[in-house]
């Protein structure tokens, strides 16, 4: 093994761990959150987790989440805690949920620095009708995202 594959494996590995406490948040606030909604235990070591005895619906539920924290902080974006709540929320609402559908952008502004997601299924139907229809109307009280 050459010098050049071992640089690049180390590269490699310091990305990974990167990421992976990208999605772990600041001072790991993300899993604190995690743990907090689910009732799991989440020890961790550096950027390696181990999930504690849980029921097998909210380990699994845990599990979800913790994927689309990582496909999402491996994409450059860093997950809030916001986004750690509201995937929580959609796992236990039915936990068949596919959230890659949640965790990809759904309107990417060029006048915006951010991207739009919806963070539950009706936000996802709303989106959907933003971009299949030229006029849609949001009605709602001040404060729920209408604009």
């Known amino acids: 093994m050459g010098i050049k594959?071992?640089?690049?494996?180390?590269?490699r590995e310091k990305d990974e761990a990167g990421a992976a406490l990208r999605?772990?948040?600041?001072?790991?606030?993300?899993?604190?959150?995690?743990?907090?909604?689910?009732?799991v235990?989440?020890?961790?070591?550096?950027?390696?987790?181990?999930?504690?005895?849980?029921?097998p619906d909210r380990a699994e539920a845990a599990r979800k989440v913790l994927g689309a924290l990582a496909r999402l902080a491996a994409e450059g974006r860093?997950?809030?805690?916001?986004?750690v709540?509201?995937?929580?929320n959609l796992v236990l609402g039915d936990p068949q949920v596919d959230l890659a559908e949640y965790t990809r952008p759904l309107i990417e502004s060029?006048?915006?620095?951010?991207?739009?997601?919806a963070k539950t299924p009706t936000q996802r139907a709303y989106i959907s009708a933003i971009t299949q229809n030229d006029l849609v109307f949001g009605l709602g009280p001040a404060g729920t995202g209408t604009t």
């Not at 060029?110 to 997601?117: D, E, I």
């Open 85 to 88: 709540e509201g995937l929580v």
């Open 5 to 11: 594959q071992r640089t690049a494996g180390a590269r």
């Open 41 to 55: 235990s989440i020890g961790q070591r550096g950027y390696e987790l181990n999930l504690g005895e849980a029921p």
């Open 23 to 39: 999605a772990y948040g600041p001072g790991s606030a993300n899993l604190k959150v995690l743990s907090r909604l689910l009732g």
């Open 110 to 117: 060029p006048l915006a620095r951010r991207q739009v997601m």
């Open 78 to 83: 860093s997950p809030s805690e916001w986004d």
